[in-house]
């Protein structure tokens, strides 16, 4: 079967580094991306990676190892709105999207 | 630019009374349109999917059925509602033409069934 794993919670402190990591096993692998969900609201799209390596946009970074089946997104300089869920999906060999269940982000001041 | 819009943004419905979801998207062509339910603690899961008008996958078996009567509206619908349809549905386009996760997700319906 197809998993997406992920921690369930992670707690960290304003103005800290956090990371988040994300192991797959799918049948085949065309990308994997990362969302971010606020309470009560819709998901919006962070990051891509389709090769091996880090992708750096801003505070937020995102690593993926192929081989490893594994991704982690990095959180910089922590701010209280980074409170949210992040979501680690990846899209399989028929172009579908297979979700983690999702690691709430908890920042305190 | 592009939008997408659904509703009702909260509903509270009896077993076994219907349903009726509406999600509209703006400012694109032919979308690839999509019906997510997301429970607590567990990922998103897809419920249907459209490449165009009248077309419509189910990816699991269900109590739920979905329409496409124009290019850029997509419906989900149920005669009749089990408790287990609680949850919070997301509708979500993505270009066509082309295989990209990067989805662009409405604002969500949270739905309660008693």
């Known amino acids: 079967g197809q998993n997406i794993d992920q921690p369930t919670e992670m707690t960290a402190t304003e103005g800290a580094i956090v990371q988040i990591n994300c192991t797959y096993q799918?049948?085949?692998?065309?990308?994997l991306f990362w969302y971010q969900q606020h309470a009560g609201e819709a998901p919006t799209f962070l990051s891509y990676?389709?090769l091996d390596g880090l992708e750096e946009k801003g505070r937020f970074s995102s690593f993926l190892s192929r081989s490893k089946g594994y991704s982690y997104l990095l959180l910089k300089e922590l701010q209280m709105k980074d409170s949210a869920s992040y979501l680690c999906?990846?899209?399989?060999?028929?172009?579908?999207?297979?979700w983690g269940a999702g690691t709430k982000l908890i920042i305190k001041p | 630019s592009q939008t997408i819009h659904q509703w009702p943004a909260t509903l509270v419905q009896p077993v076994g009374s219907p349903l009726s979801l509406e999600c509209t998207v703006e400012?694109?062509?032919?979308?690839?349109l999509y019906w997510y339910r997301q429970a607590a603690g567990r990922g998103l899961q897809l419920l249907f999917y459209?490449?165009?008008?009248?077309?419509i996958s189910s990816e699991v078996p269900q109590n739920l059925s979905a329409s496409r009567p124009q290019d850029r509206q997509f419906i989900l619908s149920s005669k009749k509602l089990l408790l287990s349809d609680s949850g919070f549905y997301l509708c979500?386009?993505?270009?066509?033409?082309?295989?990209?996760?990067?989805?662009?997700f409405g604002e969500g319906s949270r739905l309660t069934v008693l």
């Open positions: 459209s490449v165009g008008i009248g077309q």
């Open positions: 999906a990846v899209m399989d060999s028929n172009y579908q999207l297979i």
């Open positions: 400012g694109t062509s032919n979308p690839n």
């Open positions: 990676n389709v």
């Open positions: 799918t049948s085949g692998f065309n990308g």
């Open positions: 979500a386009w993505s270009p066509s033409g082309r295989e990209t996760g990067e989805l662009f």
